[in-house]
């Protein structure tokens, strides 16, 4: 068996591409229908199209966090100071662990008045009501005497990166590095499903479609492209791929495989690493 050539890229400037064709991104919608196991993945969508698309995300440029440009600004309400520091002070005395632990029992207990009173305010106002107010409202009230600052009203700018890619592709989990799509084509539209590293779904379904499309490719190879979401938003080409080419990281993660069997489905498929996660200086591809 011939071995294959690694292949390492370097990242700059000059390099990057920001023409690609646009068909590779334009999908209908997300496949909401169930596919039981990876298996049943390449059984079904073997014959319509699969590819895989790889974005990786560098970190925004910290000039840029202020520019709604690049930045979607949005004012959210948020506690007033004395509801935050009910919970300040909850979890000062009983700690993250036992904090949790008690607030998971309240939750429990309180679950059935509140599904009885129709659910007309937020389960947690029974909890504070009944069991943070008791503890810790006297102690506030003597140490804060402005009592219009304490149950003022309040607000936030949230600012939530832009992820500029045509719609319906046009969310991320900014927690993952990178942003693998899985697209095919099914009845005259094309659907697709997103993996990544920021939850334990997204991970399971990052791992599912790589061992499902690692089946397809070793009878239809599986074209993969590869693309940088650059720190000012640009999205620039880096390489195509004949076969199934994606991001080592988090494969068997949330679905586990047998290493034997994850080996031998991904026996044909290319592995891509990077080192610096806050700026892709260089991908190492074997």
Not at 183 to 209: C, D, I, L, M, P
Not at 233 to 259: H, M, T
Request: charged content about 35%; overall charge positive; hydrophobic content about 35%.
């Amino acid at each position: 068996m011939t071995k294959v050539k690694t292949i390492e890229i370097k990242i700059s400037k000059t390099n990057l591409i920001r023409e690609y064709d646009p068909e590779i991104f334009l999908v209908d919608n997300i496949c909401r229908d169930p596919l039981a196991n990876h298996k049943e993945i390449a059984r079904k969508l073997k014959n319509k199209n699969p590819y895989a698309i790889t974005v990786i995300v560098d970190n925004l440029n910290p000039k840029f966090w202020n520019n709604s440009k690049y930045v979607e600004k949005t004012k959210m309400p948020e506690a007033p100071l004395f509801k935050e520091l009910l919970y300040r002070y909850f979890f000062e005395e009983f700690d993250q662990t036992k904090g949790h632990e008690l607030y998971a029992k309240w939750l429990k207990k309180y679950r059935p008045i509140w599904k009885k009173e129709k659910m007309k305010k937020e389960l947690d106002d029974y909890i504070i009501k009944s069991e943070l107010e008791p503890r810790y409202k006297e102690r506030i009230l003597k140490r804060y005497k402005n009592r219009e600052k304490l149950f003022k009203k309040r607000t936030e700018i949230v600012r939530k990166r832009r992820y500029d890619l045509p719609q319906p592709l046009n969310y991320v989990d900014w927690r993952s590095p990178y942003d693998n799509i899985f697209v095919w084509e099914e009845k005259g539209k094309k659907y697709f499903r997103k993996g990544g590293s920021g939850s334990s779904g997204a991970r399971q379904t990052n791992s599912e479609f790589i061992f499902g499309f690692g089946l397809i490719n070793k009878t239809n190879p599986v074209k993969s492209y590869l693309f940088l979401y650059a720190d000012d938003n640009q999205l620039c080409f880096i390489k195509e791929f004949s076969s199934l080419a994606v991001p080592r990281y988090d494969i068997g993660s949330n679905y586990f495989l047998p290493n034997r069997e994850s080996e031998k489905i991904l026996s044909g498929a290319r592995l891509m690493e990077w080192e610096n996660f806050n700026k892709l200086e260089k991908i190492i591809i074997k």
